[in-house]
């Protein structure tokens, strides 16, 4: 098992920054790569960014390409997100997730993770 939790959400006016941070613990040496995903009300939940934790290769959604940055510090276990110029349709729920199997292209899909985090609540006000 591998539980994760969040940190870091918060309430930020457009064009602002927000770091989230997720810490990992259990059976971290399991988990291959680690993703960010975020879901607004009555939206699915969406693909953010990952990270692979041995080589550090990452990928992010169109959406997000160069205003954020997902980054790892394998020594305390966490991923960090890094948000910058936020605007306000990045608000939603944004979710930490770990995928354990040996994937070759980094996944984008919810379902291709086995473990999740309780979720952080990050608000961009217009």
């Known amino acids: 098992q591998v539980q994760l939790v969040e940190s870091g959400g918060g309430l930020v006016q457009a064009g602002g920054s927000l770091r989230l941070s997720c810490a990992a613990s259990g059976r971290t040496f399991s988990s291959n790569v680690m993703g960010w995903f975020r879901q607004a009300p009555g939206k699915e939940r969406e693909f953010v960014s990952a990270?692979?934790?041995?080589?550090?290769?990452?990928t992010y959604a169109d959406s997000v390409k160069g205003r954020f940055t997902i980054s790892r510090d394998n020594a305390k276990n966490t991923v960090y997100l890094e948000m910058n110029s936020l605007k306000p349709e990045d608000t939603a729920v944004y979710y930490c997730a770990a995928g354990i199997r040996p994937f070759g292209l980094l996944p984008l899909g919810p379902n291709e993770y086995d473990y999740w985090g309780q979720g952080t609540q990050v608000t961009v006000s217009s």
């Open positions: 990270i692979r934790w041995t080589s550090g290769k990452t």
